[in-house]
């Protein structure tokens, strides 16, 4: 099973990007990389998923290494109310009936600074 | 934005109660979820449903129990409400289209104290 590894926590500076890493070096061939966040007694939040190629959308960028082995989350341009924990998420768990389960790890707590 | 509710936000209620945690989605997804999280800890699965009349148990055994009789609602019931049951729980959903089918979408959460 693929997992993700991910520094427990991060700081940044109000306006600048952050560039959050995840680790997933044993990702499958067919394994996409999800990215959520969590804001405070809030639910989940989904932010990007890719597969290989980079992706872009109006929260963020999703860079994957060449190898799949790694992913960068990006927020080009903090602030405060990007302050949440987030969650690199690869292995997904195969239910009955073609549901799937999401396996939340323990993320990666970014505070935005002011 | 997704458009999935959970109903109430909080809930403080006494031990025995009968508690039901309302959940719906406009969004046609056929797939239905509800996590347990604890503050500060990871999200468990305590049930799914992946169509209407289907109810399966999660990997975190629950004395909850759920429901899918419309497409569009999934609630979760608690017979005897007991403070071990104090969490927050969380409703997602999740559609069948497209490579990536596995992009849940969540509510908000309830979050339960039971006294």
């Known amino acids: 099973d693929a997992k993700t590894t991910q520094p427990p926590s991060m700081d940044c500076a109000e306006g600048r990007a952050a560039n959050l890493p995840c680790n997933h070096s044993?990702?499958?061939?067919?394994?996409?990389v999800y990215w959520y966040r969590q804001i405070h007694s809030q639910g989940p939040q989904y932010i990007i998923h890719?597969?290989?190629n980079n992706e872009t959308n109006e929260m963020a960028s999703l860079i994957i290494t060449e190898d799949r082995k790694s992913s960068t989350l990006i927020l080009p341009h903090a602030t405060l109310r990007d302050t949440a924990v987030y969650y690199c998420?690869?292995?997904?768990?195969?239910?009955?009936?073609?549901?799937?389960?999401?396996?939340f790890g323990q993320g990666t707590r970014l505070t935005i600074n002011p | 934005e997704a458009d999935i509710y959970q109903t109430p936000r909080y809930l403080v209620i006494g031990t025995g109660k009968k508690i039901t945690l309302e959940c719906s989605q406009t969004?046609?997804?056929?797939?239905m979820y509800w996590y347990q999280q604890d503050p500060g800890m990871e999200l468990h699965l305590i049930h799914y449903?992946?169509?209407?009349?289907?109810?399966e148990k999660g990997d975190l055994s629950s004395e909850s129990t759920v429901s899918r009789i419309r497409t569009e609602h999934f609630p979760l019931t608690l017979e005897s409400a007991r403070p071990s049951h104090t969490s927050q729980y969380l409703c997602?959903?999740?559609?069948?289209?497209?490579?990536?089918?596995?992009?849940?979408?969540f509510g908000a959460g309830t979050r339960l104290s039971v006294l």
């Open positions: 997602a959903s999740s559609g069948s289209s497209g490579g990536a089918k596995n992009i849940q979408y």
């Open positions: 044993t990702i499958s061939g067919n394994e996409y």
């Open positions: 890719g597969l290989k």
């Open positions: 998420i690869v292995r997904v768990a195969h239910l009955g009936g073609g549901a799937q389960k999401l396996v």
């Open positions: 969004m046609g997804h056929d797939k």
């Open positions: 449903s992946y169509g209407v009349n289907s109810t």
